[in-house]
């Protein structure tokens, strides 16, 4: 399987099955674009009125020498593993821990409901939390490196309890030969020096949640009260990064259909001084005055190519940042279970209620067909885990002929189920951004490559 783009300068080849990719002329270009279904003598005919015939000759043959490396044009051998994939016996490896379902903000789209999930406002105990670690290290197997991560509503309205968690889990390492790496999301409200410094002590990562302009974020960000919170965040944020020296955390915003120009909100948080920002598409029922709609899309994808372009100028001048999604690893990248099933969801990571109830993530928390079991007596909904568990791109009609299948790994099952009721399929405009945004890492790559 081939894809191919011009972005800007370059023209582009990927070969999906070997991962290769190719940066080439216009001659060869066209050569690939017509190699599956005509001869060399009808290319060399088609082609015959643009380019000489000594070229068109010596860029067949450069194309010729790469299908035979198998670096062009190769087979799926992606579908061997498949069968050993499906029987693989999972081990947990990262739990979301819903520390709170309480937030002091109320965020126009925000899947949890203000920090409720279809239920009750509560804070999880440290004795829940405790059974949660213990959890984790007993079905985590041989794996050494486990994640937690802090998530609400916002975790820092239970912040007492975090520390407890943290700290027990430490004291299990040595035992159990284990290393825990946390991370915390928080909308910023609460911080302050105190729980920054133990926040930079004890987390590997840090989310912080803000839109952008500070328009955009008072309008889908408020606080019960109303008023927005752009001015009580943004100081501490800036300080939170620039305390951790610009690494090792994220500003991590949602866009929806009010700015579509969201490169500008990218841009506005480089310019605060950010160097690790997201900003991501929201997903919404399409009724909701905020959703995406279909056709907001060539528009999206104008802005990824207006970032790129941006993120490469700023790049030459000294004002390089990180975009989440435009960052690509061509060389060594997601392992081959990585590359079939994404995120693990429902086997490798699972979320933690605040009263200990487990579900495939935080996004089907709440929803009662999606309850796993409980940390007191493990995964008993083994029914829906083999669900989960053969979830893959070869599970999802739509990613067969997809070229982008092992770049999204089949996208997040959870927004597949919200827009079709069933993981196996696809969220289809998610599917047209994530496309975009691959094809925008790729350019900056080769760019970077190129210079």
């Known amino acids: 399987m081939i894809h191919q783009y011009k972005m800007d300068d370059l023209n582009i080849v990927l070969d999906i099955y070997s991962g290769a990719v190719h940066v080439v002329d216009d001659i060869v270009y066209d050569i690939i674009e017509n190699y599956p279904t005509l001869s060399k003598a009808e290319i060399q005919d088609k082609l015959r009125r643009n380019y000489g015939e000594d070229a068109i000759q010596e860029a067949f043959e450069e194309v010729a020498g790469l299908v035979s490396e198998g670096l062009l044009f190769t087979e799926d051998t992606y579908k061997e593993t498949i069968l050993d994939f499906k029987n693989r016996q999972p081990v947990v490896k990262a739990l979301c821990l819903h520390i709170a379902h309480d937030c002091n903000l109320v965020c126009r789209y925000c899947f949890a409901g203000e920090g409720e999930y279809h239920g009750d406002r509560s804070m999880m105990s440290s004795e829940v939390g405790k059974k949660a670690i213990d959890f984790l290290i007993q079905h985590s197997g041989h794996r050494k490196n486990l994640e937690i991560d802090f998530f609400g509503g916002e975790p820092l309205m239970n912040f007492d309890v975090?520390?407890?968690?943290?700290?027990?889990?430490?004291?299990?390492?040595?035992?159990?030969?284990?290393?825990?790496?946390?991370?915390?999301?928080?909308?910023?409200?609460?911080?302050?020096?105190?729980?920054?410094?133990?926040?930079?002590?004890?987390?590997?990562?840090?989310?912080?949640?803000?839109?952008?302009?500070?328009?955009?974020?008072?309008?889908?960000?408020?606080?019960?009260?109303?008023?927005?919170?752009?001015?009580?965040?943004?100081?501490?944020?800036?300080?939170?990064?620039?305390?951790?020296?610009?690494?090792?955390?994220?500003?991590?915003?949602?866009?929806?259909?009010?700015?579509?120009?969201?490169?500008?909100?990218?841009?506005?948080?480089?310019?605060?001084?950010?160097?690790?920002?997201?900003?991501?598409?929201?997903?919404?029922?399409?009724?909701?005055?905020?959703?995406?709609?279909?056709?907001?899309?060539?528009?999206?994808?104008?802005?990824?190519?207006?970032?790129?372009?941006?993120?490469?100028?700023?790049?030459?001048?000294?004002?390089?940042?990180?975009?989440?999604?435009?960052?690509?690893?061509?060389?060594?990248?997601?392992?081959?279970?990585?590359?079939?099933?994404?995120?693990?969801?429902?086997?490798?990571?699972?979320?933690?209620?605040?009263?200990?109830?487990?579900?495939?993530?935080?996004?089907?928390?709440?929803?009662?067909?999606?309850?796993?079991?409980?940390?007191?007596?493990?995964?008993?909904?083994?029914?829906?885990?083999n669900d989960f568990k053969g979830c893959s791109v070869y599970s999802k009609q739509k990613c067969q002929s997809c070229w982008a299948k092992f770049y999204c790994s089949g996208g997040c099952s959870a927004n597949a189920y919200q827009f079709h009721g069933n993981i196996h399929d696809v969220y289809d405009m998610g599917c047209t951004l994530e496309k975009k945004r691959v094809e925008c890492a790729i350019y900056l790559k080769a760019k970077e490559m190129l210079s």
């Open 162 to 385: 975090v520390k407890e968690i943290v700290e027990y889990a430490k004291t299990k390492e040595e035992k159990h030969h284990k290393n825990f790496r946390f991370t915390i999301t928080t909308n910023g409200v609460l911080l302050n020096d105190e729980n920054m410094d133990y926040i930079n002590n004890n987390m590997y990562n840090v989310v912080l949640s803000i839109d952008g302009r500070k328009a955009i974020h008072d309008q889908m960000r408020p606080a019960s009260n109303g008023k927005g919170s752009y001015d009580l965040i943004l100081p501490k944020f800036i300080q939170m990064a620039e305390s951790r020296n610009q690494e090792n955390y994220y500003v991590r915003g949602t866009f929806t259909h009010h700015n579509l120009d969201f490169s500008q909100d990218v841009l506005h948080l480089a310019d605060c001084g950010f160097k690790q920002i997201s900003v991501e598409p929201v997903v919404a029922p399409p009724n909701m005055p905020y959703a995406l709609q279909e056709a907001d899309m060539d528009t999206l994808c104008e802005q990824y190519d207006i970032l790129a372009k941006e993120m490469l100028q700023r790049k030459k001048a000294g004002k390089a940042f990180n975009f989440f999604h435009f960052m690509i690893d061509l060389s060594q990248g997601p392992c081959v279970v990585k590359r079939l099933s994404g995120c693990g969801s429902g086997t490798e990571y699972l979320a933690v209620t605040p009263w200990g109830d487990l579900y495939p993530c935080h996004q089907f928390v709440g929803m009662e067909d999606f309850k796993m079991g409980d940390v007191d007596t493990g995964v008993t909904n083994v029914v829906k885990q």
